[in-house]
């Protein structure tokens, strides 16, 4: 079987303790050899400076991985934007994750959502500082020590954009959330990766629905092994997807957390699996900074060896 390409989502660490660890637990992922690792950034800006440190982190540590920073711009003008985009691209960022960002839940009443108003707008913006930032690649000069910018051969750049297997909570029907998918890839966007679901048929409805749209880009099946019933209902809560029934039922019923912790990865790993079958181009996995939980779902899955995973 040809490998099948993953990835990982990290978050910039919230305390010392974790900012500490991190640099361990990163090794830890890199070393299985992810396509690339993104990571999170606070809506409004909020982590601006601990995500872009996270980011300088993999990319002088580990240069050989692609380093995706994810972007919001809920609340932002198209100039701080602007400079933020410029920022990370000076840092050495090539790939971007670009999503709207939530309002904060305490927003009042007519929060100003600020002047880009869609990820679609944000896609757009990326792209064309992107382009004037580096918008060629240069080859060398035969015979010469020169090299020359070569016009036909921009620089392959990764704009993602978010998808949602069960709709997005505020979308008012599916073809909505199509046409969403559609705008953003009119807007520049190469690839897309899922919000966390539960059921591959999720995913399969969504992958169809797309397709016979005119999506045409690689859409990433996003999944978390879930190993405590707190952070099910944490996740739930945040992604306002359904309880799955199962898997809700079996952690509450384990009594131990290394059983609870088994449950979480076995159903990972069980849905990778399905979903790798059905054709899906990779898994993208929701880590929370862990390693341990995220490279045993690879393992079981049969997507990387037991000694990168130990
Ligand atoms: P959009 O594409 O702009 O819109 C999403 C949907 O909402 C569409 O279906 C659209 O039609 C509908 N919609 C938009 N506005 C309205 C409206 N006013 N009324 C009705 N419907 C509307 N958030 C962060 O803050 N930081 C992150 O790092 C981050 N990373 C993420 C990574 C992934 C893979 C995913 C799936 C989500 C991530 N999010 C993150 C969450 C994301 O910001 C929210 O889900 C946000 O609500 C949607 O972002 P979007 O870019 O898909 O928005």
Do not use: W
Request: glycine share 8%.
């Amino acid at each position: 079987m040809s490998r099948v390409p993953f990835s990982f989502e990290l978050h910039p660490p919230r305390n010392e303790r974790v900012a500490a660890e991190l640099p361990s637990r990163i090794a830890r992922l890199v070393a299985a050899g992810p396509d690339f690792v993104s990571v999170t950034y606070g809506a409004g800006g909020s982590s601006r400076e601990a995500s872009l440190d996270v980011l300088k982190h993999l990319i002088a540590t580990h240069p050989r991985v692609r380093a995706m920073a994810h972007l919001t711009c809920v609340g932002s003008t198209f100039a701080q934007a602007g400079q933020t985009v410029r920022e990370f691209l000076a840092a050495g960022v090539r790939s971007f994750l670009a999503v709207r960002g939530d309002p904060p839940a305490d927003a009042p009443e007519g929060f100003a959502a600020g002047e880009i108003k869609t990820g679609a707008e944000l896609v757009q913006l990326i792209h064309r500082i992107q382009s004037e930032y580096a918008p060629y690649r240069e080859s060398a000069v035969p015979g010469l020590r020169a090299r020359a910018v070569d016009p036909e051969r921009r620089e392959e750049v990764t704009i993602a954009v978010a998808a949602f297997p069960n709709g997005h909570p505020r979308s008012h029907s599916p073809s909505q959330d199509i046409d969403t998918l559609l705008a953003k890839q009119a807007a520049g966007a190469n690839l897309a990766i899922t919000q966390l679901f539960f059921h591959a048929e999720d995913y399969f409805r969504l992958v169809r629905r797309a397709r016979e749209a005119g999506v045409e880009f690689p859409i990433l099946p996003g999944i978390m092994p879930i190993t405590s019933p707190a952070r099910l209902h944490r996740m739930l809560e945040l992604s306002g997807e359904d309880v799955p029934a199962d898997l809700a039922v079996a952690l509450e019923v384990e009594p131990t957390e290394e059983g609870r912790r088994e449950i979480g990865i076995r159903h990972a790993a069980d849905l990778a699996r399905r979903l790798i079958e059905g054709g899906a181009p990779g898994i993208h996995l929701y880590t929370l900074n862990q390693h341990e939980a995220p490279l045993a779902v690879l393992e079981r899955a049969g997507l990387i060896d037991a000694a990168v995973s130990g």
